[in-house]
């Protein structure tokens, strides 16, 4: 017997008291000790909360407590089933941690009516496990990615055990399907170790779920097939339950120590079955059993609040009394309302307790990434516009000397993409983490790669997710196209980071930096499917405290913008670069000084000479550039006369006005660029609105012509791409003569010219299946600076 | 021995010749039949296309035309792994499908030629499955929804099997994972049946995938676990495999008869073990072993073209022609390029090649729904903003008469949250479906409801794609914020059917319709998790020709909306509707009116007496409607002179140009409604920058002053909710006097008085928990019109 009969006391009874202030959360705003009769003022008015699932957390947290103190293990919970929130926040109240960050909600009477006024409540907190909540690293609202934080939470962190309680409800979505796969990708040596507790209490809202309704044995072998050792705890007898639970949580962590010991001194390579427990308890288990003649415990009508009554209907009102008195709280708070020391003492101290671990605070933990100078990196630009790189190829080298500088605290996701965006050359120091079977011809694969490849962008995105905060550093990367997959997780990450930056007690975690490459304007041979620069609309929604959109145009650039990105905290990073062999524009001082102002004149392609220009081109993006600068040598070869600017924008927020984004430009600055009078023509990586919606405020906005992706795409050549959005050079400088007055009969000649170009590419490129030669070879014509 | 010699020999060389010409697409653009030597100039310039995939999908097809034969099967198929595009127009082209379907691509060495030239070519086809391949109803680009397609052709198609390539790449994916649950919702009775068919060729483009990598016993009780009987072929000789893959097939098509024999006659209610394949071949199948030395087939460098010096490098050259000359293509097609009759002889003919099956180009299938008529449903409205009615409570009551009415092909999806959403009227005439265990006390589940709940938007969301694009109905509900788990979905589906539109031979097929509800400004009581608008700006960006959005200010409206989009074509329509009681503004009579113009002056709430306004307040969604009337009602209180106008957008594209939208209006409706002087106060449901995308050319759009939802959001209550974002009427009647020119002292007044109201409500709120009872209760002034 593992627990012996006080032990499972003491368990049972700090399991009441943390159910006892779930529900006091639920309902109360006073008389929280129940040391008068409940009278219906005290209950709240508006009654919200999920019950539930409420008593299953507290159960597991209960346990977890017990073998972490009888183990010293270094433990955090993630709570999948997040709606349980009243439970998250009773046991940080019960283990002190909830009055050590929240001062005023003291571990009292007078702190225990805060506590439940607060919850749900204007002003208070929210009913989902949150930033708020003291030690999650899980939001509880969108639902499906608890057990790819949990995975990101345990990589590299070779002491950490990760209790991750999934939800069946949960347990349908697709991400939480896939991530059972993690198991082939922790390794037994390096990493920590996740415990999956399955908790079937059988019903979401208004259904039962599909786990809790196949057979036992069909529910075993699938968790089998996902790599695990199921055990199984059921019941709904508090003592029967208490002791099977104790005796599967001892079971599991010794096969984890066992698994651990195995490969870390035996030098076991085999992946292990890791043990993972299976827990079947009533939803809303030691809630009303009925009401209004329906039945309640253990059904779906347990979900959310189960009698709702409770101001207006004294049935009901005794119904909630008499069920709070069932956790007799007499015996569990003493007479000032503090736990009695028995409960005190249940749980483990300081940073052990799952509340208060650094981890599920990672930036208590967060070092600096040991950063190469980027400068190392440069490509040679003799002249701009002259001679080629692969930008990402070359990002690859930094971030290979990133990877062998940071060996335990940087991973670089991506689905199964890391080479074909031409980061391989990180692959000269580490590999694909891989431990599942490998063979001979196999391509860097290993169980403790720093490189994580799954063709599910869920994953790389929870995981990485999971990774930050618990304190590391990382970036995502991706096909442009397919970074849409997880826009419900970025918004998810986004309003965390948002809501962590206003909690004193939350501390600065790495920025989830993104590189989308294989971008809309190079996915010409994957077609239609695969062209699609909208994720960059996503993020503009999200706070300008936390987001970030970059546009290096070419490989220096892209070094800068990455070392910067690299170095920052809290935000959401995205940049989008090119792959492909591309001109290169700027020195690496030169590249410095751009990406740090953000936006700037290009002068060695401008011919106004610091005077009113004609005419503005501005560009975002490597390709609008390549096509603004060949279009701005056209018009600087057959119309001399006219005045071209040329503004290339890295960093997009700089567009916005300065009163709603920290990087935007004050209206001054804004027309120094643009001018508030000479049309601008503005080539854009993405959809062209999305260039409006950032400046329709600025003076210059109603000379402003933005050319992007339209959604025009097919099969087709690089240069036909362009042309299908009207975004080639040859209409750029249609563009500019159709909006720049009084150009006369060459500049009428020139456009007739240009629309022959456009047709003859178009007809090159049918006949032929490529690009002209012309177009695809063109350099900026004039050598030096 | 299912197969006898002959049987065999001609499956073989069936196969031969889909790989063939699947090579041949990929690398040649002239001499098709090897008739003499092949040259660097027979070769494309640019090599693209996957071929790793395409000899499974080869062989696959060829079985299963077998089958179809042997039992005159009504049968598509799904190809997962789409990339294998040249094997789906190979197939299509031998079956003579591809000539009748594009005349000028012959079935003969001329018109192969061209199917060769225009594969992935400038003006050709795309190199993954996509619309213009006959056969699919799945979108080959973006992996992990073909299972989902496959249950959502199935569903309500008794007579139907669908074969479902699934790739073993793809199965990493998180809606791929969670699809294989499907089988907890397919009716053997009333439904058609899948056969999956995981293809486990061992590769991604750089990696080994999961499933091919655990040892089989595991991965056969994972397929167990998901509820399947597996049966394994596996082999890398053609005749072995062949007769394995013929007695697998036989023995599944064996069982799927008898499940269904047995629910259709005997009226078993069981949930079945549905027999599935597991497919174990190598990667680029009788591809080149070796290239440079280094290994290819059954490697992923097999997955794109396997040989790529062709045009430059001789022995490159050697090697792709005895490539192809392995196929013995002599034997394969007649002098003229004809396939020999054997080949023509093999595949079933007209409707039951899967190539032409009209399940597989829906629209020839789909029959106009029986809609009752929705005016029977209006709520009574004997005077604007008086009284309430629950909006989505009342579509529900139209959508129970739909599906009475519609018994076999329309029907509802949603995560769980039908009832939630208070459509629950639907339950009168169906149930969920549900084919997993049932326990007393369930809430309406059968195997054969026509509601579906899977807490996974993916599920929906792929479900419905298949169901609509084989030729049926359908509704996805959804809270709002969640939507955006399937955005990356939605864009492949807005792309599908504006690639569709263009292809003379794809019919129409319903549009599918989301109906997004407990949306942002009612979900302060899940907190700022739960709330996002910004699918429409997702929604946004795809091709004006596709996509529909309406926001419906009430009842009625939403009754008229709704009517429209059921019964529209090849559209996704999004439908924004509150579910809580929110007030009535419009008869049935004016709904139709107001929502046949999509916009227009609300006269009664304003008291411009068709003269130019001092003002204009625009509104669109139910809550910024409300909001805006209640400031109506305080300027029109306490600063009569004040001439305000009220217009209410309905359907959103109204407000773009008529040049980039076929809804938008004309620069001088647009005028005529806003004025081209007059400040305008537009309170929108959504992302504020919206509007001013869609409205940033119009005359009036410097005076344009939007309100919406900020990313500010927490819990709290509703009005705290827009009180936060400054969308509240208080705020609202702030910015009309901070707008307006010489209202004078009164004026400066009011506007004190407005941000008290402010104060007072907050304080209130923080106080009582809820709202003012003012605020809540409010009602537009005036009775009657």
Redesign the interface.
Known sequence: MTLNDDELKRLDAYWRAANYLSVGQIYL?ANPLLREPLRPEHV???L?GHWGTSPGLNLCHAHLNRVIKARDLNMIMVVGPGHGGPAAVANAWLEGTYTELYPHVTRDARGMERLFRQF?????????V?PETPGSIH??????YSLAHAYGAAFDNPDLVVACVVGD??S??????????ST?FVDPAGDGAVLPILHLNGY???????PA???ED??????????HRPIVVAGDEPAAVHRALAAALDDALDEIAAIQRRAREDGATDRPRWPMIVLRTPKGWTGPKEVDGL?VEG??RAHQVPVTGVRTDPGHLALLEDWLRSYLPDELFDADGVPVPELRELPPSGTRRMTASPHANGGLLLRDLELPDFHAYAVEVASPGRATAEATRVLGALLRDVIAANPDDFRIMGP?????NRLQAVFDVTD?A?N????P???H?AAHGRVM????E??CQGWLEGYLLTGRHGLFNCYE??I??V??MF??HA?WL??SRAIPWRRPVASLNYLLTSHVWRQD??????Q?P?FL??VM???PEVVRVYLPPDANTLLSVADHCLRSRDYVNVIVAGKQPALTYLTMDEAVRHCTRGIGIWEWASNDEGLDPDVVLACAGDIPTLETLAAVSLLREHLPELKVRVVNVVDLMRLQPDTEHPHGLSDREFDTLFTTDRPIIFAFHG?P??I??LT?RRHG?HNLHVRGYK?RG????PF?MVMLNDLDRFHLVMDVIDRVDGLGGRAAHLRQRMADERLRARAH??L???DPAAVRDWTWPEAGR
Chains 1, 2 share one sequence.
């Open positions: 705003m709240k008015p508006r919200l749900s409540f204007p002003g208070g907190v929210p009913s989902h949150a939001e509880g609202g969108e639902l499906g409800g949960e349908e979505t697709g991400p939480l399907a896939a991530s059972w796969h082939k979401k809202i208004a259904n039962p779920t599909i309704r196949i057979p069909e529910l075993l072998r699938l968790l089998e097939g996902y790599g039945p059904t779906w199964d993409e890391t080479a074909s694909r891989w599942a079977a490998r063979l011809g196999d391509d694969l490849e799954v063709l599910s869920h994953l196209a397919f849409h997959i826009d419900a918004n998810q309003k948002e809501t041979h994957n077609g239609f499917s695969h699609d909208g609309d996503v929604n999200k706070s959809y609105w999305l409006h919606r329709y906005h959604e097919t099969t087709t050549t036909d490129t049918r032929h299946g490529e």
